[in-house]
């Protein structure tokens, strides 16, 4: 089972070793999708989990008692795709590569790259892209 969380650290937690001690003590694999975190400052991490549901809900157990913010990515990006130019403008700023042209010079999503950073939202002239909310864990 696969679950995407945002994990927000407070500065103190950022000098911890919470993501190794997550991967070795609950035996789940950790994909970091994305990472804003700096000595001193906290920051933020979009990660995706898998294992076990038992394990899953015991990660979140143990990262909320440590202290970390724990929201479920329920966000998705939504395309209304039928408005589309494909003009390529999302495509500059969509680092995972979710979004690009084919050789038809077609824009192409594809949503098991997207992190839901929503860059594109804002990259899009004609704002066909749409980001959900996220939900406390």
Not at 87 to 94: H, K, P, R
Request: aromatic share 6%.
């Amino acid at each position: 089972m696969k679950r995407r969380y945002a994990l927000r650290f407070s500065p103190t937690l950022v000098e911890q070793p919470i993501v190794s001690k997550l991967a070795r003590s609950y035996d789940v694999d950790i994909n970091i999708l994305n990472a804003d975190v700096a000595s001193g400052r906290g920051g933020k991490l979009i990660v995706e989990l898998c294992g076990t549901e038992q394990n899953l809900d015991a990660s979140v157990v143990y990262l909320s008692e440590m202290g970390v913010i724990v929201s479920e990515m329920v966000k998705e990006l939504l395309f209304r795709e039928d408005g589309c130019i494909h003009c390529g403008a999302c495509t500059a700023v969509c680092s995972p590569r979710a979004l690009w042209l084919n050789a038809e010079a077609k824009l192409v999503f594809d949503v098991s790259l997207c992190v839901v950073c929503g860059l594109c939202t804002q990259a899009c002239p004609l704002r066909l892209f749409e980001v959900s909310h996220e939900r406390e864990a």
